[in-house]
């Protein structure tokens, strides 16, 4: 999908999680093609990067670019069990209150209670110790759209 992103972030690869519209965006002429096509809260990446400029308030130097973008990919740390690669997977949280190092593996950014989504890549047992003493397992999803 197309959208509009300032022209100092526009590089090919870089990941954002969208946070929603600015008040701005409301009356722009470019906000189908802009704010639209986007879901809040989930991580995209840019996969292109388009040469054409619009002008755009809210950005720095006041100029978007049109880019590409496509769902990125999410690491979780989870507890689920019975999982290859290739199988689809929901995504329900386990019950953790702890503030760690993997908190943001556990709850990674993008990704909603009761997604669905396949499994890329299984990378095992997570090593290092869950201060819940939680068995969990290194999982890299893709959405089911």
């Known amino acids: 999908m197309i959208t509009l992103i300032g022209k100092d972030l526009a590089e090919k690869d870089k990941e954002f999680v969208y946070l929603g519209p600015a008040e701005e965006c409301d009356d722009c002429r470019f906000k189908s093609s802009c704010v639209d096509s986007l879901e809040k809260n989930r991580k995209y990446v840019i996969v ?3 040469d ?3 002008k755009c308030p809210i950005h720095a130097d006041n100029v978007v670019v049109p880019v590409e973008v496509e769902r990125a ?3 979780l740390l989870t507890t689920s069990k019975n999982i290859f690669e ?8 386990h019950d953790c209150d ?4 993997f908190k943001e593996l556990c709850f990674p950014d993008g990704l909603i209670e009761n ?10 047992k997570h090593k290092e110790g869950c201060k819940k003493d939680y068995k969990l397992n290194k999982l890299t999803l893709a959405f089911v759209i």
């Open 86 to 93: 290739g199988s689809t997977f929901t995504y329900n949280a």
């Open 115 to 124: 997604d669905k989504c396949i499994i890329i890549k299984n990378q095992g």
């Open 52 to 54: 054409s400029e619009q």
């Open 48 to 50: 292109d990067v388009k």
């Open 73 to 75: 990919e999410i690491e």
């Open 98 to 101: 702890e503030h760690c190092e």
